[in-house]
């Protein structure tokens, strides 16, 4: 088959590797798409993959074309998504349902071949079916959606209150929407972007604010009486963001860092001192599983998907490539600032 295979730094060939054989308890994915996902760019441009030469990718959609001995979940013509984690299932974090905490998986487009290719096997309860209803486009959309309903559960959310969501991009988008699902009295998107404010709002956001503006700090006290949020979610990773979740915490409130941080983070004494004064809650999030394996996160994405409750708009995709380009489509990424959305790769029919 064709795929798209990391062989050094910088270096990404679509050539010809075996198709995979499937095995017992096993399936077989023809893809459609593969997204590229934030993690994807320090493993081609920075030397950040495990071995080489390695086939990335593990946010995709597909058809099931042959299933292995003994799988029964789904069935040759099945669309499917798939979670790319494979926790070992033996460890005291695995046996209590904290996959995400497993320190003996592998990962499927990281620790072995993934998603940037033609095909893929998976285990069987890593398939991920999904109504036909449902775009491909869509479908490969599953893992920052099950990532953000990881966040509000691994934070204690319940509906009836205020909630911040600080980061417009993809996950931050995402964890909107499931705060409105679940019951939000009022939910705010903080961004820089103009263009993600307004697709905040298309997809439901109360309101939204742009922390480049004077006076946004006003504004936003504005929305909540001055008491502060009840619920806040940092999803950009970014430090001035992070910072900022401790100023809009209101008493007693929940605290949810999902963005990944990629540089050194500092609290002055002050800031640090909004946590204690608060005595709000912080937790930190990571992935996007529960049990039964792979998590209610995986199950809901799927139903609220098909419901159209949870929304998928067009420019979550900033461009559709080949796979064929997917060197090219890495090498955009140089440009900073250009990319805004997700590259899908595509295998061409």
Known sequence: MKAAVVVANEEVRY??????????????????????????????????????????????????????EGVTKVKVGDRVSGAPLIPCMKCEDCQNGNFSLCKHYSFIGSRENGSNAEYVVIPEQNAVPFDPSIPYEQGAMFEPSTVALHGLLLNDYQGGGTVAVLGGGTIGMFTMQWAKIFGSKKVVVFDISEERLALALRLGADAVINTKKEGFKEETLALTGGKGFNYVFETAGQVPTMQMAFELAGNRSHVCFIGTPHVDLAFTPAMWENMNRKEFKLTGSWMSYSAPFPGKEWELTAHYFATGQLKFDPSFIYRKMPMSQANEAFQLYKQPGLVQGKILLENEA
């Open 15 to 68: 050539e010809e590797i075996p198709e995979p054989e499937v095995k017992k308890g096993q399936v077989k994915i023809r893809v459609k798409y593969s997204g590229i996902c934030g993690s994807d760019i320090p493993r081609v441009l920075y030397n950040g993959v495990h071995y080489y030469p390695i086939v990335l990718g593990h946010e995709f959609s597909g058809d099931v074309v042959e299933t292995g």
